[in-house]
């Protein structure tokens, strides 16, 4: 059910035949029974029209309809100084939300696969000497449960958007989850993955464009600048852009996330690190505290004259 100011919109999904139709239409308290035509249902904007605004953890961090949250921390967690300096760094810059992996998805099995429940552990550590709440990924079923027990929003990541029996196993969680946008997922299939969270009946979903594959080889992924207003057009979800993995070098990051909050991002997450020149994971991309803390103030710059686009006529 969305919750309007003018209506109340009930969504009703699976087949339905026209003859429930012309019975609900005739029904007291019913104005129109329209149907959805996107194949996703609960994330379409047609079905709820006003913008979704996802609350984060005990503190109630905001993000959507207007609410911006910047995500920042550490690829993977590596140590609690590590993990906590960091949340330190990038609280004092403005961040909201620390991220950071306990299980990571490494394209070897051989790199460094994350601390496991020991970095849970220590996201908890830091949650508690800074009040930030934290964002993780799940990378399987069988860790939904532990992780949930931990972080204050679960990470889907792109590799998994498709991972159909792990967006079921989160959906029935009753915290916030991040769905990355697969390497080439499109629009559709993207927000059908959001879809899978919210049937199970979870509809705090916050969607991440983390850049898409495709014949440049110089960046790691090319930015789809284009996720930010098509994304604000189709659903009502909260979209956050994630110009660390969209590019894979630090010195790009700025100025994509600087574009993607122009386009309309709801939000940033960012990979900082104390030391990027020795990150177990994704150096190459990860900020420094002294250039994360410039990046917020480019940031802040342009959404102060980027007022909300008009995505609907
Ligand atoms: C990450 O956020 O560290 C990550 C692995 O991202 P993605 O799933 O977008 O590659
Ligand atoms: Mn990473």
Redesign the pocket.
């Known amino acids: 059910m969305s919750e309007g100011v003018e209506r109340q919109i009930i969504g009703v999904v699976g087949s339905i035949g026209p003859e429930l139709q012309d019975e609900l239409e005739v029904m007291d308290g019913v104005s129109e029974v329209l149907r959805i035509s996107k194949p996703y249902k609960l994330s379409a904007r047609e079905f709820h029209p006003e913008d979704t605004v996802v609350s984060i953890g005990e503190a109630g961090v905001k993000i959507g309809g207007g609410e911006f949250c910047v995500f920042a921390g550490p690829?993977?967690i590596e140590d609690e100084e590590q993990l906590v300096s960091t949340a330190k760094a990038v609280q004092a810059a403005g961040a909201k939300v620390l991220?950071g992996?306990a299980f990571?998805?490494r394209t070897s099995p051989y790199s460094f696969r994350g601390m496991g429940e020991d970095g849970l552990k220590l996201m908890a550590t830091a949650r508690a000497e800074t009040g930030m709440p934290v964002i993780t990924?799940v990378m399987s079923e069988r860790d939904v449960e532990l992780v949930e027990r931990y972080s204050d929003v679960i990470?889907?990541?792109?590799?998994?958007m498709q991972n159909f029996a792990l967006l079921d196993q989160v959906g029935k969680t009753r915290k916030p989850v991040m769905v990355?946008?697969g390497f080439s997922a499109t629009y559709e299939d993207w927000l059908l993955a959001a879809e899978y969270v919210m049937a199970g009946g979870n509809e705090d979903v916050i969607l991440?464009e983390?850049?898409v594959r495709t014949f440049e080889t110089f960046t790691r992924n090319t930015m789809d600048i284009n996720a930010m207003p098509v994304i604000k057009r189709l659903s009502h979800l909260p979209i956050v852009a994630?110009p660390?993995?969209a590019t894979g070098k630090w010195y790009l990051v700025s100025p994509v996330a600087c574009a993607s909050v122009a386009a309309g991002a709801d939000g940033l997450?960012i990979?900082v690190h104390p030391n990027p020149d020795t990150a177990m994971?994704?150096g190459a991309q990860s900020l420094t505290f002294e250039n994360f803390a410039a990046l917020m103030q480019q940031s802040e710059a342009i959404r102060a004259v980027v007022t909300p686009h008009a995505t609907s006529s």
Do not use: F, L, W, Y
């Open positions: 690829c993977a991220r992996g990571k998805p990924e990470q889907v990541g792109a590799r998994n990355k946008r991440c983390r850049g994630d660390s993995h997450i990979e994971s994704d």
